[in-house]
């Protein structure tokens, strides 16, 4: 069974930091693309990055460059984001995504962690 489960939001200052974790289980992680997708109430969900199954082939909506980063750990079969000089703006739920996997629209999910940038 396909599992994708995100952990790290929370409540954070502007300019402040945090990183998101996606552990996964029930595919071999290598082999597939993963992304980080937001949510934010009453907007569309819209990319955030994505990255190759090796590591590379990095991209970032171009809101995020710069201040965020992707990565993964193919030995922990684990997704990052390390969001830095986080902006109110920033505030949504965030998603941990393959979406070459499976056969649900835009391939598998988590169900999301919040993270609200507020002072």
Known sequence: QVRLVESGGGLVQ????LR????????VFDHYRM?????APGKKRE???NIG?????????YIVKG?????????????????????PEDTAVYYCNAPDLGTG???????GTQVTVSS
């Not at 502007?14 to 930091?17: L, T």
């Not at 199954?53 to 909506?61: E, R």
């Not at 201040?67 to 986080?86: G, H, P, Q, W």
Request: with cysteine; charged share 15%.
């Open 53 to 61: 199954g090796s590591g590379g082939a990095i991209n970032y909506t």
């Open 20 to 27: 998101l974790s996606c552990i996964t289980s029930g595919f």
């Open 67 to 87: 201040r965020f980063a992707i990565s993964r750990d193919n030995e922990k079969n684990t997704l990052y984001l390390e969001m830095t000089n986080l902006e």
């Open 35 to 39: 992304a980080w997708h937001r949510q």
């Open 47 to 49: 990319l955030v990055a």
């Open 105 to 111: 629209r835009g391939g598998s999910w988590g169900q």
């Open 14 to 17: 502007p300019g402040g930091s």
